[in-house]
């Protein structure tokens, strides 16, 4: 099956070291730099760790309507976004530890390395800095509602993208670092540990690359239209689908390693190792994948 769906590929290929089917589906997921977990929900409001083998590890469920999810790299704490507009905060065991109502619904979520700090984002242009213990740090609001946020790895900010029109950083007390004004829709985002290198999927405008200060440095054109983009916080490797339904791996300066045509069962979510090693994929049907290079 592995063989049959990666059929239409060319490049390194990768070791399939972890292929294993969810029928209820995946819904989000991400994955845990240091602790090297995976923590994925499922459409029958299931949170699931495994480890990095694909042993699942923890298995909870009372999380129906998950959008998103973020786990820390520490793996002790996460949080998910539900579809009520309910911010929950999830544990190592994945029990929750507090939620929070907020008035409208949920865009952006991110978490700090070591669980320290939430970012959320809402419809209404809001953003929010939660610590862990429920505190808020601060809220501020930007010109355009924040769909894309980032908690940098190795310094104390915020970096958030609009759909279209604004890119900005913050620090944790909301004070605004830089902003600028993009040209182009922006369907996701992705940055280096250190915020150096930021990457937009930018639909026909490719995957758009900028600096830690926001200013384009060039793009990346690849076979269709660029939608999804995750990135190694080491800065080595980069994967991105298409609408078309391709899914490629990148090295940082855009060459090529790999490709597959992935029409048989779309990816829908994704996530890449620190050490650029790996590449997680769910796809349509539930199916989960670590691919090894």
Known sequence: MVHALFNNSHGTQPEVVVDDVFPEGIVAMDYAAEDRTLVIATGSGHLIKLSQSGEQLVRERGFSGVESLVWSDAGTLGAAAMANGQLVCFDSKLNSKWQVDVTANLLGLAVSPFGSHFAVSTEL??????????????????????????????SPLMIGAAEFGHLCCHDLKGKEQWNVRIMNNVGDMATSGDGERILLAAFNHGIQVLDGSGQREGSFMVDGVPN???????????????????????????????????????VYCMAVSPLADRLFIATQSGRLLQLLW
């Open 125 to 154: 242009g809001r953003v929010h800095i939660v610590t862990s213990d429920r505190r808020e740090l601060c809220s501020f609001e930007t010109p355009q509602p924040l769909q894309h946020l980032q908690l940098l790895s190795e």
């Open 228 to 266: 999804r983009i995750a990135a190694a916080q080491n800065g080595r490797r980069l994967a991105a689908t298409t609408l078309e339904n391709r899914l490629y791996w990148l090295g940082f300066d855009g060459n090529l390693l790999w490709a597959a045509d992935m029409s048989a069962d779309p």
